[in-house]
């Protein structure tokens, strides 16, 4: 079979779950026997999102061979439970980049670089990459931002010329769009749908399929109206109402008979039948009621859910594990630093401080950490929260308060935390962390060790800094052990307390390895440990 492609662009507004939609679409495909892929992408200039500010583009997203992506990856990875690789995130940086050095090596052999046929042609090459590298048979590509955005044109035209390039057959052309409703007179609208339709027919895409996205349901009557003014077919408008549960998504879509309208569309069959009786009991579990457990997520960026997202999927999944429903509670760390903890911590069953950057915060942090190991609270510290559940440990035993990181304290007596040694000649900021997929052996007899039941795993990583190895006797005989170690010894990627019910610590990321089916075994644990605390409480 050839590559065939789904392009999936936006209207009228973005974040109305483009990411989502594509990702739901996949599993379909997924469910029907083929090996789908999905690529991102991003009109900004930036040549990754490693460099950008969690306000503005909310979690970086790491690949297994260390690529920083867009968090719409993390939804496909949690979807179509594949790993995808580098070139399913392209930005419009990567793309003139590539171009730009090219030119100066002279390889347009005195050629005029323009958007089309330059620009456009690197793109394009881009999107066959996909299959290329990962063995799809069925590529899927969104689109960042909407229709009309100025910089999303030459991915639009790439868009249009890949149906000429691989023809009807297989390609394939969803619009995402907004139906918004109004409030007085209790309408939902279809109008800024036409809008958008023809704008993107006036790029010269017209849709196959429109996604009528609204938080409230789309009747038969709007159906009819969206199909007749944007010329497709009304069984290809399918309405897609808001929901609290994103795992519910490709059973909506199933209903709707998306998989089989593209299948025929492009004519091609299904493999398999799809067999969605684990998903459902999946979200079935999701919807069960549970007893209530309390996690305080203390980060910096908390006025932004999406900067920690796949930390809020992993601890989700780990609930449907050991059956309990996670209430995350936001805390600005901040806001920890004046005042007590207890107003703010009191209520938690569990406390978690994910990845971050930058000293702002840090002590708050601190504080929220050293209250968890003191009242002997459950207590995840992922990257970031690691170092400074190490920070904590040592101001107690050393006691000196000067202890720190020399991210945050480049004089500190204690430098407990430090800057990697391959990281010191590093002068660029873009993509020089160590980055991706490393091993961890576990040692036995540990927490993490019993958490994985495996003496060897592979996890995800981003930083820069690590624990100091001069300070591994001192910390050991005080109580913290080294559960996890690079197979040469010499990096500490997993820290625990013996003296406390579940204090640990990873260097790694594991809430990008946590998907719905399979929970990570070190979210798991920490929830277990969170619910035997509620359980003795009671
Ligand atoms: N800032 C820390 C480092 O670079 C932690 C990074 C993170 O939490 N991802 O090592």
């Given at each position: 079979m050839k590559t065939k492609y789904i392009f999936l662009t936006g209207g009228v507004?973005?974040?109305?779950?483009k990411g989502v939609t594509g990702a739901a679409l996949g599993r379909l495909l997924k469910e029907r026997g083929y090996q789908v892929a999905i690529q991102k992408l991003d009109p900004?200039?930036?040549?990754?999102?490693?460099?950008?500010?969690p306000y503005q583009h909310g979690e970086v997203y790491v690949l297994d061979d260390g690529s920083e992506t867009d968090l719409d990856l993390g939804h496909y990875e949690r979807f179509i439970d594949t790993s995808l690789n580098k070139v399913c995130n392209v930005t419009t940086g990567q793309v003139y980049e590539e171009v730009i050095s090219k030119e100066r090596r002279g390889d347009y052999l005195g050629g005029t670089i323009q958007v089309i046929p330059h620009i456009t042609n690197e793109m394009k090459r881009r999107i066959g990459l996909v299959s290329k590298t990962t063995g799809a048979e069925i590529v899927l590509v969104e689109v960042g931002g909407?229709?009309?955005?100025i910089e999303s044109l030459p991915f639009l035209e790439s868009l249009r010329q890949m149906r000429s390039d691989v023809g009807r057959e297989n390609s394939f052309y969803i619009h995402v769009t907004w139906v918004p409703h109004i409030g007085a007179t209790g309408e939902l609208k279809t109008k800024p749908t036409q809008h958008s339709v023809r704008e993107l027919r006036s790029i010269g895409i017209s849709p196959d399929m429109i996604i009528a996205r609204s938080d409230y349901p789309v009747d038969e009557d709007l159906r009819d109206k969206i199909a007749l003014f944007c010329d497709v077919e009304k069984r290809a408008v399918i309405p897609m109402v808001t929901t609290d549960?994103?795992?519910?998504i490709p059973l909506t879509l199933e209903r709707a008979k998306v998989g089989n309208f593209v299948m025929e569309r492009m004519n091609f069959q299904a493999r398999q039948e799809p067999d969605w009786q684990p998903w459902k009991e999946m979200v079935a579990k999701m919807r069960r009621e549970k007893p209530e457990v309390e996690i305080a997520l203390v980060g910096?960026?908390?006025?932004?859910h999406d900067a920690y997202m796949s930390v809020r999927e992993a601890l989700q999944h780990a609930g449907i594990e050991v059956g309990v429903d996670v209430k995350i509670k936001w805390i600005?760390?901040?806001?920890?630093?004046?005042?007590?903890?207890t107003e703010h911590?009191?209520?938690?069953d569990g406390i978690l401080v994910p990845g971050g950057f930058g000293e702002r915060g840090t002590e708050g942090k601190i504080k929220a950490i050293r209250y968890a190991r003191e009242n002997k609270i459950p207590y995840l510290g992922l990257c970031l929260g690691m170092q400074l559940m190490v920070v904590e440990f040592a101001r107690q035993i050393l006691?000196?308060?000067?202890?720190?990181s020399t991210e945050f304290e480049?004089?500190?007596?204690?430098?407990?935390i430090d800057l990697m040694p391959d990281q010191r000649?590093?002068?660029?900021?873009?993509?020089?962390?160590?980055l991706g997929l490393y091993p961890c052996q576990l040692q036995p007899g540990t927490k993490a060790a019993q958490a994985y039941d495996k003496d060897l795993v592979e996890e995800r990583h981003r930083h820069r800094f690590e624990l100091n190895n001069a300070y591994r006797e001192i910390f050991e005989k005080a109580g913290m052990r080294f559960s996890g170690l690079s197979p040469d010894n010499r990096l500490v990627e997993i820290a625990e307390l013996t003296d406390h019910p579940f204090m640990l610590g990873t260097q790694f990321h594991p809430e990008f390895l946590s998907r719905p089916y399979r929970p990570h075994p070190l979210f798991v644990a920490f929830l277990n440990a969170v619910q035997g605390g509620v359980r003795s409480n009671e």
């Open positions: 507004l973005s974040s109305v779950g900004y200039i930036n040549v990754d999102p490693g460099t950008m500010s909407t229709v009309g955005d549960n994103l795992y519910e910096k960026y908390v006025e932004l600005h760390s901040s806001k920890l630093e004046k005042g007590t903890l911590l009191e209520s938690a006691r000196d308060d000067q202890v720190n480049p004089q500190t007596p204690h430098p407990v000649d590093i002068t660029e900021m873009g993509g020089t962390m160590r």
